[in-house]
C-alpha cells in the first residue's frame, strides 16, 4: 500500500514538473525583459471594458507599441481610449480605435482592407 503512494506521488510529481517546463519553455510564457515594443502593432478586442483587455492594451502602449483597439461600439472605443491616453500620457498616435463586428465576415474584411499595408503580416 505505501509503495502504491510512493508510486502516484512520483508520478504526479514528475507531472507538475513537466508541466511547469512546458509551461516556462515550450510555451514561451518566460518574460525576458524586453521593454520596447515601438514599431510593432497590436490589435486587441474586448478592451473597451475593464478587465484583461483594457489593461492589456495599456501595457503594450505603456512599452511602445502602437495598440489598434477593435469594437463594435465606436462610443466605448473611444472612451476607453480617452482613459489609456489620460491615465498614463500616452500619445495619441499609439492608441486608436477601428470598428470591427466579429459577427460579420463583411466588417471583418473591411477592418483588414483599412489596415495600413505595413501592419499586415
Do not use: W
Not at 6 to 12: E, H, L, S, T
Not at 43 to 51: R, Y
Amino acid at each position: 500500500m505505501a509503495a502504491r503512494r510512493v508510486a502516484r506521488f512520483a508520478i504526479g510529481s514528475a507531472a507538475v514538473v513537466a508541466g511547469a517546463y512546458f509551461y516556462t519553455e515550450v510555451a514561451g510564457c518566460n518574460y525576458l525583459g524586453v521593454d520596447d515594443l515601438k514599431g510593432q502593432v497590436f490589435i486587441l478586442t474586448g478592451a473597451t471594458h475593464p478587465g484583461i483587455g483594457k489593461e492589456t492594451a495599456r501595457e503594450l502602449a505603456k512599452q511602445g507599441g502602437t495598440v489598434i483597439l477593435a469594437a463594435k461600439n465606436m462610443d466605448r472605443c473611444h472612451q476607453a481610449r480617452r482613459d489609456l491616453i489620460y491615465s498614463n500620457k500616452y500619445s495619441t498616435r499609439e492608441v486608436e480605435c477601428r470598428s470591427l463586428d466579429l459577427k460579420s465576415l463583411r466588417s471583418v474584411r473591411k477592418f483588414v482592407d483599412d489596415l495600413p499595408k505595413g501592419t499586415r503580416k
